[in-house]
């Protein structure tokens, strides 16, 4: 058993936002994958990671330049933003 893993909206956009951009690259797929093996680590270790601003979390992507920004609240990752790493946030 597992955490429980909750996109909030904004991560759902800035997620979105990036496949668009790999799309018109063909690496839509692959970011996608890359972001899929990240969640599933985070289902399994979420404390891996340290707390680095205002209790957010920050996982990088292995193969894109991207991070996800989540929080741990009892059984359940919620993941506040999905970022390029050279975005302000």
């Given at each position: 058993?597992?955490f429980?893993?909750?996109?909030?909206?904004?991560?759902t956009?800035?997620?979105?936002?990036?496949?668009?951009?790999?799309?018109a690259?063909?690496?839509?797929?692959?970011?996608?994958e890359?972001?899929s093996?990240?969640?599933?680590?985070?289902?399994?270790?979420?404390?891996?990671?340290q707390?680095k601003?205002r209790g957010?979390?920050?996982?990088?992507?292995?193969?894109f330049?991207?991070?996800?920004?989540?929080?741990?609240?009892?059984?359940e990752?919620i993941?506040?933003?999905?970022?390029?790493?050279r975005?302000?946030?």
């Amino acid at each position: 058993m597992g955490f429980k893993v909750q996109l909030l909206r904004e991560a759902t956009i800035e997620l979105h936002t990036a496949e668009c951009f790999y799309s018109a690259k063909n690496l839509s797929r692959q970011f996608l994958e890359d972001f899929s093996r990240q969640v599933q680590f985070l289902k399994t270790t979420p404390h891996s990671f340290q707390v680095k601003y205002r209790g957010i979390r920050v996982l990088n992507f292995e193969q894109f330049n991207y991070s996800i920004h989540y929080k741990i609240e009892n059984d359940e990752v919620i993941i506040f933003r999905i970022l390029n790493q050279r975005q302000k946030f």
